[in-house]
Every structure is written in C-alpha cells, then in structure tokens.
C-alpha cells in the first residue's frame, strides 16, 4: 500500500482567508447590499503596465509565425530576462552574472521548490509574525521550525542575538505583515551569524521595489558576505503587477556551497530535472519591466500604493495608534486599540464600519492583538476606510 507523505497531517489548518471569507460573506448575509472596502487583500489592484503589455503581445505574434516561433527555453531561465535582472542589480551596485539569475514561476513556487537544495535534518528558523507558507512548506517538507518571535519593543524587526538554533533562516524585507524593513547593519548581522554557523538565509524581497528610504538595502546581495550564504528570492507580483500572471526570479550566488556542494549547481540540476522553464511569452513581459520605460511605469503604480501607505499612516497618526510599516512597505501593522483581540477588531471594522482587514494573529502567536492594512487597495476606498476609522475611534 502507497504510503502519503504524512506530513500533510502535521499541517496547521489554512484558517486565515477561509475564516474571513466566512465571517464577511455572512455579514453580507445579514446585511445584503452592504459595500465592504476590502483593506486586507495582499493582490494588487491596478493592472499589468504598458510596456509589459505591449511585450506581451509582440511575443504572441512572435509564437504565431513559424520564423520566430520559440519551442523549449533554457529550464533556468531565457537569457534575456536573467540578463535584464542581472542588469538591474548592476545599476544598484550588486554584480551578479546572469548564471546566478534564475527564473522563477513566482516567489511562492520558488519557496516551495527551493527547500530541494536543504536536507530535511536542518532546522528552519522563521522569524514571526510571518507569511504563513515558509512554515507550511517546511512541515511538508518534515523539516523542525524554531520561531523567533519579535516584538514590539524591537519594532518586529528580528534580531541574531536572541538566535540559538536554525540552519535554514527565513528573512523578509520589507516584511508581510509588519512592514518592517531590515536595515543594513541589522542585516549584516544577520549575515555574519549564518556565515559563522554555516546557514543558510532565504532572503525574500518580495516588496524590495516599496523601498523608498535610500539608505534601506533593497538586495541581501548589498551586504558583504551575503554571497557566500545567502539565496534572494524575487517576485514581480507586487513589483509590476504580476499576481495572476506569475513570474518572479532567484538568486543562488556561484560562491554559495555547503558540504562541498555548489548550491547554484544544485538548482541547475534542480530545475532542468523539474522543470521545462517559464512560458516565452511572460519572460518577455518580464524583461520590459527592466527597460527605462517599464521602471518609470511600474513606479507610477508603485506611487498609488505608497500614496494608499500615506493616507493610512496619517488616519493612525491622528488616532495615536502605534503601527509599524507604511513607509517603505505596502503594509501597516497596526497595534488594536482598547485591548482589543486581533479577530474582536476585525468583527468590529466589519459590523460597524463595513471596512475588512487582516487579525494579526494569522500570522503566527506574536501577531496576538496586531492588525494587518494592506495598500493594495484603491485610493477611494482608502480614504473612504480611513474616514470611517477616524469617525469609529476619533
Ligand atoms: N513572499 C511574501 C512575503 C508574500 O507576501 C507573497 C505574496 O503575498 C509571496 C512571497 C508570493 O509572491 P508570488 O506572487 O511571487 O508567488
């Protein structure tokens, strides 16, 4: 008889999004015809920019015409885009050769995927509050979690002092749900910790392009040392708009080896034994995204979400609510007012002010008593959630 992989029963039930989908389509229920402004959702809302769709379609012409048709790609990734990323770096100072690039059906696929290179045996360290899928994905994969919880007090930005075990360390900056954002001595220290113990850091820069701030590092790779321990994982979802259309890209320095093994080779073999490459078709809209006119695009849609952050920010300002977050990152991680538990708030935003939100404690224990906004929403119905909070709690 076929044995599962039992860790599938390990895992936590998926709770977060089904229980506020239940809980507001049964408010809708009660109060049918209610307009709920959704300020919780992590997908973006403007679409795709010119230049990418422009790309696009010059790419299916090209899939029409036996001359340009294009069949199988490279498995890692065309050399055009890992080229264009390569470049990207460059114009930050971070040299990277495009072999060191790889293309990537999105950060979530990759996350999964990449925990192919570590032997189950290494523990994960997960700092938290967290994206809920680097635990999912390390219980399947049968690998033991050590949460580093963060706190207020340190403005939920981890820290390797109070780090005893985890060779595996999942780091994300800006950081979903709290926003925060690790600066570069903060980092360093990071690197430095895992280069003594040998670990290895999974940096995901899935909101790196909501960095504002210019001394903020946007790249691990910014940090000296990083290479020899770290893997970037990078996602045009937020970036330019790529949620449903899915393409990200990954970072596995040449100088990375643990136990003699070269973990860029690694994933080489990785890839070309799983998997026949990204689709023609999106790697071209990928690349436009790297041309001058693809950047000034996508920063116009940036600027609608960081303007979103903005309002939010001041409603909370004005309401005295501790928050983190907001100014290089497109969440604000807010604390609940009067004591409130994480779900009593939501309830609370939902039944009087029609406005839905994330409860905090979805994202791991120390999330308890904190509220995710997110600014992915319209401008309308941000303004229109912040006047209806101010109006709540003024
Ligand atoms: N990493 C973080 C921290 C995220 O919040 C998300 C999506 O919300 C992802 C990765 C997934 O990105 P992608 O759409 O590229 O799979």
Redesign the pocket.
């Known amino acids: 008889m076929l044995i599962p992989n039992r860790h599938y029963a390990e895992l936590k039930e998926s709770y977060l999004f089904a229980r506020i989908a239940e809980k507001t389509k049964a408010y809708l229920a009660e109060y049918p015809g209610k307009r709920l402004l959704r300020m919780g959702i992590?997908d973006v809302s403007q679409p795709l920019c010119p230049a990418v769709i422009t790309a696009l379609h010059a790419a299916v012409e090209e899939q029409a015409a036996k001359e340009t048709f294009h069949g199988y790609l490279p498995e890692c990734g065309a050399p055009f885009l890992r080229e264009a990323v390569a470049k990207h770096y460059e114009s930050r100072g971070v040299t990277l050769s495009p072999e060191e690039v790889f293309v990537s059906s999105?950060?979530?696929?990759e996350?999964g995927h990449l925990l192919d290179l570590f032997a189950p045996e290494n523990p994960a360290l997960i700092p938290e509050p967290a994206?809920p899928a680097y635990a999912d994905a390390s219980v399947l994969a049968g690998r033991r979690i050590v949460f580093l919880p963060t706190t207020p007090e340190e403005d939920f930005l981890p820290s390797p002092a109070r780090a005893e075990e985890g060779e595996l360390v999942y780091l994300?900056s800006p950081n979903?749900p709290t926003g925060a954002v690790l600066d570069r001595a903060r980092l360093k220290a990071w690197v430095d910790w895992a280069s003594r113990r040998g670990a290895v850091i999974l940096f995901?820069a899935?909101y790196e392009a909501f960095i504002a701030d210019e001394a903020l590092p946007h790249s691990i790779f910014e940090i000296e040392g990083a290479r020899e321990c770290a893997v970037e994982i990078c996602?045009l979802?937020k970036t330019a708009g790529f949620?449903g259309t899915r393409l990200?890209y990954t970072i596995i320095p040449r100088e990375l080896r643990r136990g003699g093994m070269s973990l860029n080779a690694m994933w080489v073999r990785n890839r070309t034994t799983k998997s026949n490459g990204v689709s023609y078709i999106l790697q071209r809209g990928g690349e436009a995204v790297f041309t001058p006119e693809g950047q000034t695009q996508v920063r116009q849609t940036l600027r609608i979400y960081q303007d979103n952050a903005k309002v939010m920010a001041s409603a909370l300002d004005r309401l005295g609510i501790r928050y983190t977050g907001g100014r290089n990152a497109p969440y604000l991680w807010l604390e609940c007012p009067r004591g409130y538990s994480s779900w009593e708030f939501f309830d609370l935003l939902l039944r009087r002010i029609q406005v839905v939100g994330t409860p905090g404690e979805g994202f791991g224990e120390s999330g308890e008593g904190w509220f995710r906004f997110s600014a992915f929403g319209s401008p309308e119905d941000t303004r229109e959630a912040m006047t209806r909070l101010q109006e709540l709690l003024g």
């Open positions: 992590g999105g950060a979530s696929d996350l994206y994300c979903n995901d899935a996602s979802s949620t990200g």
